[in-house]
């Protein structure tokens, strides 16, 4: 008991610090002659987690690394915890005593050296939360095991619990209420450990919103606009990086570490931020030291928001583009629709009266309605919309519903419903999508929110049937998605996947396979595929699992842009060191046009790295012309001039070959072996397929390349064809550029036939 009288004083001396629960666990230690004290808690944070470690002490003369938890398994925090409900406080005085009914405590007190322990509860105002263990205490912790420990966790109980308060008060304190986001409360603390010459990207974010006849913004627009903008951003950059300064302004700062990665991040934003119809006035800095304090900065970045800001208002003024819009006017479409504030407000006094628990929210827009436009005409387009926002209302009205036009090609009503879950709207979901009438391969997509939850806000609803939309956007199987906890979950997991691709991307973790291109006569390598692939904390990263999230997200184009400057370096590499390399195609992405002239940039890495343009292949999928159509094809006529060889990729695996075949001039078809995908002679539709795109090739004067060659069977196929050239896993697989290297190292695995890909495969 003195021991625990002296701790107790000696932590009273420190009182006033900060840290006084790790001083008072520094002084139990000492005095009771622990290796170490560790405290858990009840994660309330992570559910799939049931405890944390919150505190530890770690005697001096003790190998910290030996014995540190990196956390505690569930198996043992529910054994303990199980215990000390009825049992304030364990004795182990011999670890060996548990070998038999305690197993996993005993593997993990063995490997941690533990040879007795001291185990007590944590309670405070008769709620239990966590535990604290003494390992290898003195025997005072024994022999006054009454009178101490009960004393000791009342005063440890009330400290913790008084600093897990503490914690939470903050937690809400410096959060945005509305968006999640940090605070000005939080920005301030954040900009306290920004260092001075560190390199810092300041980007201010103004939201714009319709205005009333009074000049007045309408709140609940505004409302919605800075939430989806908060959520994208978050996505993006991460919570801890993103906060909300002002009813309208949002604010990202980060320490970029170069100029070039921050000019990227601030042109994908603003991509993003139009493909989601979000109207955000943007104003930025990047500094590659900070020499003088940030506030500074953040203001100097905020006078050169806000003339952004009102000339992009001005385009919001409903006198200059409402009103137009109703017009009878050849260039906007005539929707006679609620639209923008006047709709939520009266969708909020909707669902205000409603008797009905259960509300769906839907969301209704048309895919490729830009490429819409571009083929049948803006006329055709406005048409299209006019019938679409017919149908929405007489859909809201056979539903006794609201509905509104909220902007680009995108509609939403509110449908009330006595249905208890989303699976029993299935057949609502169904009906209504069969009163659309969709032209083919342009058609409406859906994206439905069902709550039971009359405290939601109209734009909190609205978001999320917006974010089930998302899930399904560009795909022509699914007519609608529904807003699920799922959902919300595989949004989380892309998050993570885009926050560890930043650091991937930081840390040189993405690299590339090549896989090998032959001669089908005789299995010689002429080419090869550069195939990215994610190095990440030692495990290979399957493409399949980031891909998709980073080309929807815009990540795709640093990735993509790493993999070209490798790819060129490692050609210019090879040829020095003595081995003849062989022509290697990239692949280009149709988000890869957004971000940069992509011809400019494959003609200054060849300049960089002083190689011949035909030593480079770009690889581009026939889906890529659905969107910026003329950019693309103005690009693919400048690098076939400039000396490179265009590929199209997958095909055949689309929707419009031939016209898309006829628009794009390049050199080498590549084409999928799933026409051949059996092993068998009288599949005459399928080797009828292939070879009729291997002669009408020839006849272009274009090449085929047969990708995905996995069978004797259809290489033999392929040589009756007459096709030449083939890749697939029955000639090789992936491979690093190791290994690559090793093959073009024996001039009997290559085929050399000309200085150019396009002689090798019989173009020139």
């Known amino acids: 008991m003195k021991a625990l009288n002296r701790a107790f004083e000696r932590a009273l001396e420190h009182s006033e610090k900060k840290d006084n629960i790790a001083e008072l666990l520094n002084c139990i230690g000492e005095e009771l002659r622990c290796d170490r004290i560790c405290v858990f808690e009840v994660n309330e944070e992570d559910k799939d987690k049931k405890c944390v470690k919150t505190y530890e002490w770690v005697h001096r003369s003790i190998r910290h690394d030996r014995i540190f938890w990196q956390s505690l398994s569930d198996t ?33 007190f063995t490997e941690q050296g533990i040879h007795r322990a001291v185990v007590s509860g944590l309670a405070f105002h008769g709620k239990a939360f966590g535990f604290f263990v003494l390992e290898n205490p003195s025997d005072d912790a024994f022999s006054d095991r009454d009178l101490l420990m009960p004393g000791l966790r009342y005063v440890l109980s009330s400290m913790v619990y008084s600093e897990h308060l503490v914690r939470r008060l903050m937690r809400i304190g410096y959060k945005d209420s509305l968006t999640g986001v940090g605070n000005r409360l939080a920005l301030q603390e954040h900009l306290y450990q920004i260092e001075e010459k560190s390199s810092l990207s300041i980007i201010y974010f103004d939201v714009i919103g319709w205005r009333n006849g009074e000049g007045k913004q309408h709140h609940l627009e505004i409302e919605q606009t800075v939430f989806r903008t908060a959520q994208l951003l978050a996505e993006l950059y991460g919570e801890h990086h993103v906060f909300r300064t002002a009813v309208t302004e949002l604010l990202v700062v980060t320490e970029q570490e170069s100029e070039t990665l921050y000019e990227e991040e601030l042109l994908r934003i603003k991509v993003l931020l139009r493909e989601h119809n979000l109207l955000v006035a943007v104003a930025s800095l990047w500094k590659a030291n900070v020499d003088k304090p940030v506030d500074a900065l953040l203001h100097s970045v905020h006078q050169v928001l806000l003339p952004k800001r009102r000339m992009l208002a001005a385009h919001r003024d409903p006198e200059t583009v409402p009103i137009k819009l109703d017009e009878n006017h050849d260039d906007f479409a005539k929707i006679d629709m609620m639209r923008g504030n006047e709709f939520f407000q009266k969708a909020e006094a909707f669902l205000g009266e409603l008797f009905e628990e259960s509300v769906a929210t839907i969301v209704f827009d048309i895919n490729h309605f830009k490429l819409y436009n571009d083929i049948f005409g803006r006329q055709a387009g406005n048409t299209y919309l006019e019938n679409l926002a017919a149908a929405v209302d007489k859909i809201a009205e ?72 998302h899930n399904i956007k560009g795909e022509f199987l699914k007519g609608y998605h529904f807003y699920s906890q799922e959902t919300h979950d595989h949004q989380k997991e892309d998050q993570m996947v885009i926050l560890d691709v930043k650091d991937g991307l930081r840390n040189n973790e993405f690299i590339f396979y090549v896989q090998p291109q032959v001669l089908v006569s005789n299995s010689k390598i002429i080419g090869g595929e550069a195939l990215v692939r994610w190095m990440h904390k030692g495990k290979l990263i399957p493409p399949v699992k980031f891909i998709p999230i980073l080309e929807k997200t815009g990540y795709i184009y640093q990735i993509d842009c790493a993999v070209w400057e490798n790819v060129a370096q490692w050609l210019s590499d090879v040829k020095k060191r003595g081995i003849e390399p062989v022509p290697i195609s990239v692949n280009v992405s149709r988000v890869d046009f957004y971000f940069a002239d992509i ?38 006529k400048r690098m076939r001039e400039y000396g490179f060889h265009v590929l199209m990729d997958d095909f055949g695996s689309g929707s419009s070959s031939l016209s898309m075949l006829h628009t794009m001039d390049v050199d080498v078809l590549k084409t999928d072996m799933q026409f051949l995908a059996g092993n068998d002679d009288h599949d005459e539709r399928g080797m009828n397929l292939v070879r009729t795109i291997v002669t009408m090739a020839k006849n272009l004067g274009m090449t085929v390349v047969s990708e995905g060659v996995e069978t004797e069977w259809q290489k033999d196929m392929l040589v009756k064809m007459n096709a030449n050239f083939a890749q697939g896993y029955y000639f090789y697989r992936p491979m690093p550029v190791e290994e690559f290297e090793k093959l073009l190292a024996d001039p009997n695995n290559v085929e050399y036939g000309g200085k150019s890909m396009k002689a090798r495969l019989g173009i020139e």
């Open 398 to 469: 056979r539903y006794n519903g609201v509905c509104g036009y909220t902007g680009g090609d995108t509609f939403c009503a509110f449908i009330p419903s006595e249905k208890k879950d989303y699976r029993d709207f299935v057949t609502e979901a169904d009906a209504i999508y069969g009163m659309l009438d969709s032209p083919e391969g342009f058609a409406t997509v859906l994206g439905i929110y069902f709550s039971t939850d009359r405290r939601e806000s109209v734009t909190s609803m609205y978001d999320r049937a917006l974010g089930a939309l």
């Open 599 to 636: 011809a400019d940039h494959f003609i200054n890495l060849v300049k960089k790295y002083e190689l011949n343009p035909s030593m480079i292949g770009i690889e581009i999928t026939e889906s890529a012309l659905t969107d910026n159509m003329n950019t693309i094809l103005d690009a693919i």
């Open 76 to 108: 043992v925090f529910d054994a303990w915890y199980g215990r000390l409900q009825q049992h304030e406080i364990i004795t182990v005085t011999d670890t060996d005593d548990l070998k038999e009914y305690d197993p996993d405590v005993y593997q993990v």
